[in-house]
């Protein structure tokens, strides 16, 4: 909706979680990312998910984080 709100007709939006929506099947389907916009639960990022952001490499991570240890830890 705000993507078309704001005329943005290049650009593709998956929300869910990212262990079930980013992994290296969508990558390989779908080409690497230019920017990953994350907003992990306060228990931090899982694992699998801070492996399969380092392997897409994106141009650009966006990390929104309610707790700053945990974001450190992640960011590691």
Avoid: W
């Amino acid at each position: 909706m705000n993507a078309q709100l704001n005329n943005l007709d290049n650009t593709l939006f998956y929300a869910g979680d990212m262990k079930d929506i980013l992994n290296r099947e969508f990558i390989e389907k779908h080409g690497t990312p230019d920017v990953i916009i994350t907003d992990p639960p306060r228990a931090g990022m899982h694992t699998d998910v801070i492996d399969t952001i380092l392997f897409a490499s994106p141009q650009r991570i966006v990390y929104v984080s309610c707790n700053p240890a945990t974001q450190a830890r992640d960011l590691q």
